[in-house]
């Protein structure tokens, strides 16, 4: 071997990860599926906690990083639940928790949600992100690094 300086992860690299996430004890998500992710270091493409880990990292190195909810999906906003009359929902939904719901508003845009609490007449919806309030458990390896492209640079995402 040569005295060749061992690649490490900086600012505008285009890295492969592979990961388990694990939450409250469970894999919510892994990259065993669908193949490592891509994303380029330094522009906020991936949640800051995670980000923050994989600068110096190497190829073939793995590590595990436990993120807190300030630094992965935010903390849970106890303004994002509202209660809407059950007679509100069309007949094809069931009204039962863990429900996964999408709604317009007048603008057009989609907000997702899931019925987190069915009362009497009515169902509280959650408009949380599901991984909000949640410290997220990963275990991550570096399988790629690559410079960006400067048109990768220009949109801030990587092209493949
Ligand atoms: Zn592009």
Excluded: C, W
């Excluded at 071997?1 to 285009?14: L, T």
């Excluded at 998500?29 to 906020?44: C, L, N």
């Amino acid at each position: 071997m040569s005295e060749q300086e061992k690649r490490v992860v900086g600012d505008n690299d285009v890295v492969s990860l592979e990961y388990t996430l694990t939450v409250d004890g469970e894999v919510v998500d892994s990259s065993e599926g669908h193949g490592p992710i891509e994303f380029i270091q330094g522009r906020g493409n991936i949640i800051p906690g995670l980000e923050k880990e994989v600068y110096g990292m190497s190829v073939g190195e793995s590590k595990a990083v436990s993120v807190a909810p300030a630094e992965g999906y935010g903390e849970e906003d106890p303004n994002a639940f509202v209660e809407i009359p059950k007679s509100e929902f069309p007949p094809e939904i069931p009204v039962e928790v863990g429900t996964p719901l999408q709604l317009r508003d007048h603008q057009g845009q989609v907000f997702d949600a899931v019925i987190a609490e069915v009362r009497d007449d009515t169902a509280l919806l959650n408009f949380n992100h599901p991984l909000a309030g949640k410290t997220l458990n990963f275990q991550i390896k570096v399988v790629g690094i690559r410079e960006a492209t400067p048109e990768e640079l220009d949109h801030g995402h990587v092209h493949h």
